[in-house]
């Protein structure tokens, strides 16, 4: 089968709908709402259209189609910068060390204070993938693209990328983290909150939530047992996420407690290792050709995919597939990395 990244357009919002309805819950940038989904997909398009070459508040939402079959298999999403509308709260997992002389012992808490410490920030977000086509390095190709757009347009991007993954949910769409925590604090249930979030954003935490710093040890074991810990179904996501030189540095969503992780952008490995070289020919694939991430194009004609490319003298070999798959040709540049 046949993979195209591309640019999300305002007729993929049925397509978009269908894969939001299917992700459980908790997916705050994939909410399924026929409404904020549309607006999503307006925003995408007013943000591949913008001239200035800078950072600003933009959205870019993407689509990765099966070319064999039409079928729409997956979305990504990536934020410029977060915190700019609306502040980006987090959760910082802290500790204090206090001692008493009456007793003669050391205590050591853990705490979490709400913060904004990640505004400014750029995110990439918003992945989903049908169960079906989980295989054959698909979901790398939509998670790895991003980082190739991010490349190809580096000064509308922050310096320091974030990427939030979801937390632990039961069967029944319940979080241990929000029950054990915010759910305290208010009259909703975590998929309520969840929604409202999805479509009006979450100040609404910050004024209602206590200010001060919580210790963990007033939570639930549940709650304390899944703090920085993403779902089971994520921890794929977090393996890649890790290979690409993202860390988790003690800053958790303050809805369901998934683990934020983070990079220096220019540090992020495929931004780090893929280059831009001229097509010098285009051949068949044979089994020695090694497999790349290959991308071409600016904003809205960006576009990605699987090929193989090897180095020649003065530029690069690319297969006739991915040739055909990206519509280039020889003599026109592309940009690839290591798959």
Known sequence: MTFLLRAARESDLEALYRMAK????????????????????????????????????????????????????GTCQIFSQVGTKYPFYSYRIGRITQHSKELDRTF????????????????????????????????????RSRYLFMRAHRARFADRTLAELRGAIDDAGNSP?????????????????????????????ADLMPKHP???????????????????????????????????????????GGPSMMA??????????????????????????????VACGRLGQFRAGLGHVVETEGGVSLDRGAATLLGLAVGDTVTFAPA
């Not at 831009?276 to 991430?293: E, F, K, Q, V, Y």
Request: aromatic share 10%.
């Open 22 to 73: 299917s992700t459980g819950g908790g997916f705050t940038n994939l909410p399924p709402d026929r409404p904020t989904l549309k607006a999503k997909l307006e925003t995408a398009a007013t943000c591949f259209a913008r001239a200035e070459d800078t950072l600003g508040n933009d959205l870019f939402a993407f689509i990765l189609e099966n070319t064999e079959t039409g079928r729409i298999a």
């Open 108 to 143: 050591r808490a853990e705490m979490l204070t709400l913060c904004t410490d990640l505004d400014g920030s750029s995110e990439v977000g918003g992945l989903f993938l049908d169960a079906g086509e989980r295989a054959a390095g698909v979901g790398k190709l939509l998670a």
């Open 177 to 205: 983290f929000w029950d054990g925590l915010a759910g305290r604090f208010f009259d909703m249930s975590f998929r309520d909150a969840d929604e409202f979030n999805a479509r009006h954003g979450h100040q609404f935490i």
């Open 214 to 256: 919580i210790y963990t040890a007033l939570l639930s074991e549940a709650a304390r047992q899944v703090m920085g810990q993403p779902h089971f179904s994520g921890r794929p996501a977090k393996r890649m996420l890790e290979n690409e030189g993202f860390t988790f540095r003690d800053y958790v969503d303050i809805f369901d």
């Open 264 to 293: 220096e952008t220019d540090r992020i490995r495929t931004i780090r290792e893929a280059l831009d070289r001229p097509i010098t020919a285009i051949t068949g694939a044979s089994a020695d050709m090694p497999s790349h991430l």
